[in-house]
């Protein structure tokens, strides 16, 4: 029988082999041999510019998103928690759609108006909701989920209000945005995201042990030397943050946060060591596969990312929700 380890390592090595196997796959297939032989062949083109810098973000917007979801699973001792239980991706729907609304063109560095918008709208959601979770006792896990909820409908009839206003073509790139999307096309781009994904996975897996404690509740945990009111104060922070960037740049893409972390648990268990990396690991080959199949059902046409992710997490929800009963 393996071991948790040697499971893993077989994990990340099918979890590379197809994360190499996708950017192969496309309305126009690439030969292997010419995007290796031939770097000036329009398939090397094709594959080092468009293709593999796509399938790398998707990758890395659903290492992210799988991430902080399983953070969040833990933070909050719920098991349907996602990376918008906490009203983050409203803040940051909001803001995109306000720049959408007033068809704001200007850019800075490699954000578009309407990503800026959307991380102005995350950071201010999450403000909120920090201030009216913070009590004298630190962060009440149970004022911090209310407090979501009640931001995510406080923006949400905002974003409502702003769809009534909008004309035809307004309302189909709002609607187009709140899909997700993940047709980037250039490696500068894509940096920010692997950066900012590798930065708190290094510092979630860090604190792996503490989560760990932390499931036997926070009485255990402080009495272990565990500091629960700061690495909650972070987790939050660091956990809402990175939310609010990766909607700003691909949408808010649904059910990776709450798939993922759960099929890790049922395999490697609950240590928070292999929760934190394989969920890292899964919802990058996860997210970047169903990006594929977007970009290859209806060829030459593309699918909104978010309705496939859908499509496999909906199903996967209504499982969890019989399961607790």
């Keep these: 029988m393996l071991t948790d380890n040697k499971k893993f390592l077989l994990f990340i090595a099918i979890g590379i082999l197809l994360w190499f196997f996708l950017p192969f ?40 998103l799988s991430l902080i979801g399983a953070v969040f699973q833990a933070l909050l001792r719920n098991d349907l928690a996602t990376p918008y239980t906490l009203g983050v991706s409203s803040g940051g729907a909001f803001g995109a759609v306000l ?25 201010l959601s999450i403000t909120l909701i920090y201030f009216i979770a913070k009590g ?35 309302t189909y790139r709002m609607i187009r945005w709140l899909m997700g999307s993940l047709d980037i096309s250039n490696w500068q781009q894509t940096l920010p995201i692997i950066i900012l994904v590798l930065l708190i996975f290094l510092f979630f897996f860090k604190n792996y ?73 899964g919802g990058g080959v996860f997210l970047a596969a169903c990006d594929t199949l977007a970009r290859t059902i209806i060829a030459p046409a593309e699918l909104p990312v978010g309705i496939i992710t859908a499509l496999l997490g909906g199903p996967f929800f209504v499982y969890l929700l019989i399961k607790r009963k």
């Design 25 to 64: 796959v496309g309305s126009q297939n690439l030969a292997f041999s010419t995007v290796f032989s031939e770097p000036d062949s329009l398939d090397a083109r094709i594959f080092f510019n468009i293709r593999l810098p796509r399938v790398v973000f998707a990758f890395f917007v659903g290492a992210g």
């Design 136 to 170: 004298r006792k630190g962060i009440s896990i149970y004022t911090l989920i209310l407090a979501g909820v009640a931001i995510s409908f406080f923006f949400s009839s905002f974003n409502l209000f702003l769809h009534y206003l909008a004309d035809f073509t307004e």
């Design 209 to 281: 042990p503490a989560f760990n404690i932390m499931l036997a509740g926070e009485e255990v945990a402080k009495s272990k030397g565990v500091e629960v009111e700061r690495l909650q104060k972070i987790s939050f922070f660091a956990g809402s943050g990175a939310v609010g960037f990766i909607v700003a740049l691909a949408g808010p893409i649904g059910f990776v946060g709450l798939v993922v972390p759960h099929i890790i648990r049922l395999v490697f268990g609950a240590n928070h060591k292999f929760v934190f990396s394989g969920s890292l690991i």
């Design 99 to 123: 720049a959408l609304k007033l068809n704001l063109a200007f850019s800075f560095l490699v954000f578009s108006a309407v990503a800026l918008f959307s991380i102005t709208g995350s950071l």
